[in-house]
C-alpha cells in the first residue's frame, strides 16, 4: 500500500466533509509554508491561548475531524496530509509539534469505530484512497513508537494533562480506537456498561469501586519489552507507571477494562471493553 496526497482541487473533497463541511482550506493552508498561513477564526472558542494561525488551522482541522467524537468521512484524505505535516515536524526536530499531532490524531482516528462509519459511504470508496488512509496510519504507527522510545524522559516532563492527551491519542494511533474514545468521554473512572445479550444497563460504574472490581476478573500479563506496542494492556500500564500516571489514567485502575466481566442478568461473559463499548456505541 502506498500512501498518496488527494489533489487540493479534487472534488472529493466536497464529498469526503468533516464536522463543518469541506476541510480542503485547512488541509491547503497546512500543506504549505508555516509562515505563509492566513488569518483564520477559531472552531474551539473556548481555546484563549495564544497561537500562530498556522497552529489555529491545525486546531480547526482536527475540531473538524473528531467533533463530538464522531467519526467524519473527511479523515480518509485528511490523515495522509497531517502525516505529512508530522514528517516535516520530526525532520526539524520539533518536539511539541510532535506531542500535538499525535495527541491530535489519536484522537481523530479514535473515532474510527465500525459501526460508526457508514458501511455504504466505505463500499464506494475508490480503492486508493482506503489503501492511502490505511498507509498513512501504518506510517504513523512507526513514526509513534520511534517518538515514544526516543522522548520518553521529554514525555515525563510534560504537564500531567498534555501525558494524558498524548497517551490517549497514543492509542488511536495504535489502532485502540473503544479505549481511546471511552477515556476522552468518561470522566472520574466512570465505565458505563450494557450486555451485548440482554437489556442489562449501568452507567454508574467506576473503576476505581472495590464492589466493582471484585466482579472483574483481570487477567495475567506479561511484562512490557519497552517496544512492542500491539498489546494496550502490557504498554500502557507500564508507561503510565515510569510516567507517574494522572486521574483519568491510572495505571492501578486500567488493567480492569481488560478484564472479563459477567452480566449480572443473563450470565454472558466478556471482555470488560466489550460491554462499555456496547454502552458508548452500541446501536
Known amino acids: ?43 474551539r472558542r473556548l481555546d484563549t491561548a495564544e497561537k500562530s494561525d498556522f497552529q489555529v488551522a491545525f486546531d480547526n482541522l482536527c475540531e473538524n475531524l473528531s467533533h463530538q467524537m464522531t467519526f467524519y468521512e473527511a479523515l480518509y484524505l485528511a ?12 525532520a526539524e526536530n520539533d518536539f511539541t509539534w510532535q506531542v500535538n499531532i499525535f495527541s491530535e490524531i489519536g484522537c481523530c482516528l479514535a473515532t474510527d469505530i465500525p459501526n460508526q462509519r ?7 470508496m475508490p480503492l486508493e484512497i482506503l489503501e492511502s488512509y490505511q498507509a498513512a496510519i501504518l506510517r504513523l504507527q512507526e513514526y509513534a513508537k520511534k517518538f515514544v522510545l526516543n522522548n520518553a524522559d521529554k514525555i515525563g516532563a510534560l504537564p ?13 494511533v495504535f489502532g ?5 474514545s471511552i477515556l476522552i468521554l468518561s470522566d472520574d473512572n466512570n465505565c458505563g456498561l450494557a450486555c451485548p445479550n440482554c437489556d442489562f444497563y ?7 469501586d472495590p464492589d466493582f472490581q471484585a466482579a472483574i476478573e483481570t487477567l495475567p500479563t506479561e511484562p512490557w519489552d519497552g517496544q512492542s506496542f500491539d498489546q494496550p494492556q502490557v504498554w500502557l500500564p507500564a508507561l503510565l507507571a515510569k510516567l507517574g500516571g ?28 466489550e460491554f462499555a463499548q456496547n454502552c458508548y456505541f452500541g446501536d
Open 1 to 43: 500500500m502506498k500512501m498518496t496526497l488527494t489533489p487540493l482541487d479534487s472534488p472529493l473533497w466536497e464529498v469526503y466533509r468533516g464536522a463543518y463541511g469541506n476541510v480542503r482550506e485547512e488541509v491547503a493552508i497546512l500543506a504549505g509554508p508555516e509562515k505563509d498561513a492566513p488569518e483564520v477564526g477559531r472552531l
Open 79 to 90: 490523515l495522509p496530509y497531517m502525516v505529512k505535516l508530522l514528517s516535516r515536524k520530526i
Open 118 to 124: 457508514s458501511q455504504e459511504f466505505e463500499a464506494a
Open 160 to 172: 500531567e494533562w498534555d501525558i494524558e492527551f498524548l497517551l490517549v491519542g497514543l492509542l488511536g
Open 176 to 180: 485502540n480506537h473503544a479505549l481511546a
Open 202 to 208: 449501568d452507567e454508574e460504574s467506576y473503576l476505581d
Open 246 to 273: 494522572s486521574e483519568k489514567l491510572n495505571p492501578e485502575l486500567l488493567p480492569y477494562y481488560f478484564g472479563n466481566f459477567t452480566c449480572p442478568e443473563c450470565g454472558h461473559q466478556a471482555p470488560l471493553l
